[in-house]
């Protein structure tokens, strides 16, 4: 029962977290002025795809909490989540793609770290990151080509 409750509480506080930070920072007609790369996304795969890679990144620091809660991997989990929740208000709130990029950089080198340090508490809490992994890094791109472009 434990365990299931720490999985629930995990999801549940990940995937309203970040909800509530697209919620109060929505993108606006601030963003839709913006030059976009031609790359750019149609805006409705950004809800779906963040709310899997949500659950995905709750249900990987539940697995470390569980085995490790006062671990280096927990350590950077909880870190890479504070930049992840900052990184929204501070790119669509603050209408900043430098504030943005300053974020996200070292976001993406925090879910890399967990990445190679959870592998050795628990392989699927490290796995299921990798899809993350890879959304930011292209996130980081974007964000990236928003700032130059613009």
Known sequence: MRRAATYIVFVLLVVGSGSLM???????EWYQSLQKPSFNPPAW???????????????????IWLKAPRSTPMALWLAQMILNLIWTPAFFG????GFGLIVIL????????????????????????????????FATLLNLSLFVLN
Request: proline fraction near 10%; aromatic fraction near 14%.
């Open 22 to 28: 697209g919620i109060m920072n929505l993108p606006g």
């Open 45 to 63: 795969i950004f809800g779906p795809v963040w709310t899997v890679l949500y659950v995905m990144i709750g249900v990987a620091g539940a697995r």
């Open 94 to 97: 603050l209408h900043s793609p």
């Open 106 to 137: 070292p976001l993406l080198v925090l879910i890399f770290v967990f990445i190679a340090k959870a592998a050795a508490v628990d392989r699927p809490a490290s796995l299921l990151f990798w899809p993350y992994a890879l959304w930011v890094s």
